[in-house]
């Protein structure tokens, strides 16, 4: 085996392993102890975060922060990660922000002339957009961790009633419109609940709570995917052609939509109580291409809706 072959294995070798001794690696690749200590001498010289332990029962142990071994990619397959990245780029924050951007520097900087100019080529035609959000979210990366530790928090939150204190445990962190969103158990509520991830104030774990959910065979996907078990009202909404396109915005509601051949269409779902008050707003915006027929007390809530309005802008006394 050739010294550069035995490198690259070795490689491999110590990223899979917590912790090693020279004499292991010695007889695993079946040369000298003093070959492999000057082989994890170029390692860590490359970049491998090796630490050495002192005295007789001492080692090597990679620490948490490993380095990946080297992969061979196509062109095609260099191109595809770019832009996978890069289809996140107008999200003022994303977690692992800094590192994912080194990540990205070093990744395009070792990249052939070629394949640069292809993905210069592609940049000039073809964008993933969202809507740029001016929204600090300074706790988006602490709350991936939570998720994925499982860990139960104290969380200020900055609801439409004011900051609130709630007791949640994380289930996962998902983005949508330019916007990020976590999925929690409430333990105030009882009940899994959706926050903005930009209105979470201030978060304190508690990793020796006593109540928990367990969550391990439970995804962020399979919530939002899942049918939820809240009561729900039957909802029929005839909607002009501005009303089928402002529904064909919104994912949820594109499920229950039904466009007729000249453009018009029917909205039937059933609607969670939990979205009452968005989904007034909502028509509410939408003026006459929208025309709700129920559930009543969603016809109540556009009613209150419009009395404050109204009563905010219609005429003064005497006028």
Known sequence: MSKSQRLIELMLTVNTRRQFTAAELAREFGVSRRTIQRDLQELASAGVPLYAEPGAAGGYRVLRERMLPPILFSESEAVAMFFAYQSLGNYRSLPFQKE???ALDKFYHYLPTETKQRIRELQARFAFWTPTRN??????SELVDYCVEQTVVDMVYDSIGGEEHRRIQPLGVYASSGLWYGVAYCFDRKQLRT???????K???DPNAAERQDFSRWTINDYLGHVSNERTLPMRVQLQR??????QTDPWMEQGLTIHSDGTGLLELPLPESYMSWVVQFFASCGTAARVESPQELLDGLRVWIAALQQ???QSEGE
């Open 242 to 247: 501005e009303g089928v396109r402002r529904c």
């Open 135 to 140: 929204l600090d979210v300074p706790y988006l």
């Open 100 to 102: 994912s951007t080194s």
């Open 195 to 201: 926050f903005r991830v930009d209105r979470m104030k």
């Open 312 to 314: 905010q802008y219609g």
């Open 203 to 205: 978060l304190v774990a």
